[in-house]
């Protein structure tokens, strides 16, 4: 009797978690933690190990401690954001609002605070991922429009990237294009911050979170002409933000 079988499914990588902390305990939790469910994890305990890790195989994430020995998180983070490309969440006991400010403002896209829910830092993981993966996968089997167009410049989903009026790339991080891209989704309409939010990273703003706010600062720096006088993206007062320009698919 011949026996048939079916192609084998493609194995499909676990995401590769780099955790850079110095507190032994809290590395071994998440390395226990995330490793159960389906992550690779990698860590470092400093600046040098990391470089290491991030030099010698692919990396999908960083999980980044802000009191490191030596070169600390915010200057890390600040190194990566030149070098590298692939999300950044900072993981910190410290959690003052200067802190979280200054840590996405250096381009983090997600900062949580010490002592942290596993299963609330497992959702934010697996949301920046997504974030981060969705270009990709609207790239397979697209014969669509390729890119959005405003003011001469092109986002385009499928290759992540932003390029300007005469085709310079506008480098963005994972968090900056996600919000640029609800923006540019959601041209001429009002958007609150707590839509954006939902939008970006599934749930609403708290009462005391700027953090979009900080992230609209960054990408302004990146798409206004004038950041001081901001045209593309308008504040609107006790409501949130609009963005202005004529959005077409090309």
């Known amino acids: 009797m011949a026996i048939s079988s079916s192609p084998a499914s493609p194995t499909i990588a676990p995401a590769h978690l ?13 390395s226990r933690y995330f490793g159960g469910h ?32 030596g070169e600390d998180g915010f200057s890390l983070t600040r190194n990566l954001r030149e070098h590298w490309r692939g999300p950044v969440i900072i993981v910190t006991g410290r959690g003052e609002s200067v802190d ?3 840590g996405l403002e250096l381009g983090a896209d997600d900062y949580v605070t010490k002592p ?12 920046v991922l997504r974030r981060a993966r969705e270009p990709a996968k609207a790239a397979v089997g697209t014969n669509g429009p ?10 385009d989903p ?33 958007l609150t911050r707590d839509q954006l939010m939902t939008h970006i990273h599934g749930h609403d703003a708290g009462p005391f979170d700027r953090s979009i706010d900080v992230q609209i600062g960054r990408l302004r720096r990146k ?15 006790g409501t949130g933000y609009l963005f202005s320009p004529t959005v077409r698919r090309i």
């Open 18 to 30: 780099l955790v850079v902390d110095d507190d032994t305990e809290i590395v071994q939790i998440l």
């Open 38 to 69: 389906g992550f690779r994890v990698s860590t470092a305990g400093d600046g040098i190990r990391m470089h290491h890790v991030l030099d010698s195989e692919p990396v999908d994430i960083v999980m980044m401690d802000i009191g490191l020995p």
């Open 100 to 102: 979280r400010v200054v």
């Open 116 to 127: 942290f829910d596993l299963r609330e830092l497992l959702a934010r993981v697996r949301s």
């Open 146 to 155: 390729r890119g959005l167009s405003f003011d001469g410049c092109v986002l």
């Open 158 to 190: 499928q290759s992540h990237s932003l390029s300007g009026p005469h085709g310079e790339p506008i480098p963005l991080t994972s968090g900056e294009f996600a919000l640029l891209r609800v923006f540019v989704e959601h041209a001429n309409q009002v």
């Open 223 to 237: 798409i206004e002409p004038d950041p001081a006088h901001p045209q593309r993206i308008k504040s609107i007062r």
